[in-house]
């Protein structure tokens, strides 16, 4: 079956750093996305990867290896407004987006 | 950028009415579009893709005489929420992919709460 697996909740200081881990089983491979999702509004759209290596957008950079089936998102410079669910998806290889069950990240001062 | 919307933003029905939630591709043409809903706390669950101008394919588990799904034209795509009960109360969220673009460019709308008394 298909599988993406996440960390449930992370919990990181302002201004810290944080890296948010996706590992992932999937028939077939198109990529993976980071989306972001505040409470009670639709995701955004973070990064996405389909070669390996690392992709660098601002304070927000993302990491893929699809030989170890893995990709992280690295926070910088967190910001209270950081506080979020961050969710993983993959699209397999009929080009559907196979979720992760998010990321809940909270920021303390 | 490609712009999602939804209406309404949110709704409250009685047990029992019918519920439709709007869908539309504002600045671009949409062959595929995607439900999803969300339960409190947990991921998006897909409920069905739906092609412009054929049947909507529906996921697992998902009814498709409870939900239907129209999409009549490239910009517009419905979700009917049909003798609506409370279980069905969640934040409904439409996804739309460009006609011309490259496959893995979806786009969200700002999702739907539903509500149902």
């Known amino acids: 079956g298909q599988n993406i697996d996440q960390p449930t909740e992370m919990t990181a200081t302002e201004g810290a750093i944080v890296q948010i881990n996706c590992t992932y089983q999937t028939s077939g491979f198109n990529g993976l996305f980071w989306y972001q999702q505040h409470a009670g509004e639709a995701p955004t759209f973070l990064s996405y990867?389909?070669l390996d290596g690392l992709e660098e957008k601002g304070r927000f950079s993302s990491f893929l290896s699809r030989s170890k089936g893995y990709s992280y998102l690295l926070l910088k410079e967190l910001q209270m407004k950081d506080s979020a669910s961050y969710l993983c998806a993959v699209m397999d290889s009929n080009y559907q987006l196979i979720w992760g069950a998010g990321t809940k990240l909270i920021i303390k001062p | 950028g490609a712009v999602v919307s939804q209406h309404p933003s949110w709704v409250i029905c009685k047990s029992g009415t019918s519920v439709k939630i709007e869908c539309r591709s504002l600045d671009f043409q949409a062959t595929t579009m995607f439900w999803y809903r969300q339960f409190p706390k947990q991921s998006l669950m897909l409920m069905a893709t739906s092609n412009e101008g054929s049947k909507a394919t529906y996921e697992q588990g998902v009814e498709k005489d409870k939900f239907l799904i129209n999409h009549a034209s490239l910009t517009l795509s419905t979700l009917t929420v049909t003798s609506a009960h409370p279980e069905d109360s969640s934040f409904y969220i439409c996804s739309a992919r460009e006609v011309s673009g490259r496959a893995y460019e979806q786009y969200f709308g700002p999702g739907t709460r539903l509500t149902v008394t």
């Open positions: 990867n389909v």
